[in-house]
């Protein structure tokens, strides 16, 4: 076990926000951070690789295990189940690795209820003009396409005081500092820092 | 008032840890810090300066100031009151600074109690064996200053866990720099941007 536990890190935020960008900018930065790998009953994709891509199992196997509490989320989606197995995540973490989770809000919901100590954040366009162009893509999209995105980002949008904090991506270098910041700041709580209050206060009832 | 409203955040720790010298390494460091300013009714000491060093005033204004809720925090010390003015820290908040408060621990719950957004910080020294050295001093303390530095440390470390964050001072550049990123990463709690999830909120609902 490494000397410092990691963070488990939700990542949600509006469609073409640049989630995906960040993630990669924090990690080619930093090395303290890892991605979650998602299990999923769907079959590989060419080039998929099992473990690395997902972890690829049946029905059964994924029904046992949500039976078994192993997933901190899980959802079904086109016929298919996805969900986060608790033990790779808790392996990392014990390995101290802060671990990144790129879900949407209810899986995030769903992780805080089952990890109260996972730090949710959620990143947002930097204005509403912004988003509006985010929403509506290149000009290319299907109208559908745009008022599905919309509608969706109207749903999630209901959450966000839900989450620890809220990223504005006005700027891939700044916001990767930002998240950077609020990640390594977020080691710093009492409650991930248990053993070291209890040393200090038994150290001061051991001093003569 | 400015863009965006600054973080009220309060700083505990045990004697000798260093408080002091990391607000000033953090407000030469960064333009966007400034100092809370006390108010007392104790006599100015020789070089004291008025507005700077304190506010000072009379026992009977002091008191009508506490029975108008006035102060976010208040207390007696040696037949003299201290205080810290709400409406000069607000105001310093609005025109977007972060202000440092230096405060021991029941100072600083009262700040949370009053101000729940206020951000609390508790700095300890790195480890049981340090803190025994710094609360000895340089071995040139009386004995019973070192024991009511122990006893008072005892007392304060029963409230760690009521801090929003615990900073290991173990090297003054290292802690800083924390210091800072603890302070930046709070102005992204969405309790600190209400304003802007309305505006992406509204603007979601009024594209068409």
Redesign the interface.
Known sequence: MADRRGVITVISGFSGTGKGTLMRELMSRYDNYTLSVSMTTREPRAGEVDGRDYFFTTDENFEKMVEEGKFIEHAGYCGHYYGTPRDFVYKRLDEGYDVLLEIEVQGALQVKEKCPDALLL?V?PP???E??KR?EGRGTEAPDVIKER?ER??EE??Y??R??????NDDLDRCTE?MH??I??AH????R?TE??K???????T?H
């Open positions: 959620f947002t204005s509403a003009e988003l509006k929403l919309l980002a109207k949008s209901k966000i005081d989450y620890d904090y809220l990223l504005i930002e910041s609020i390594q700041a710093a709580a009492p409650g820092n070291l209050i040393t200090i206060i038994d150290s001061l009832y001093i």
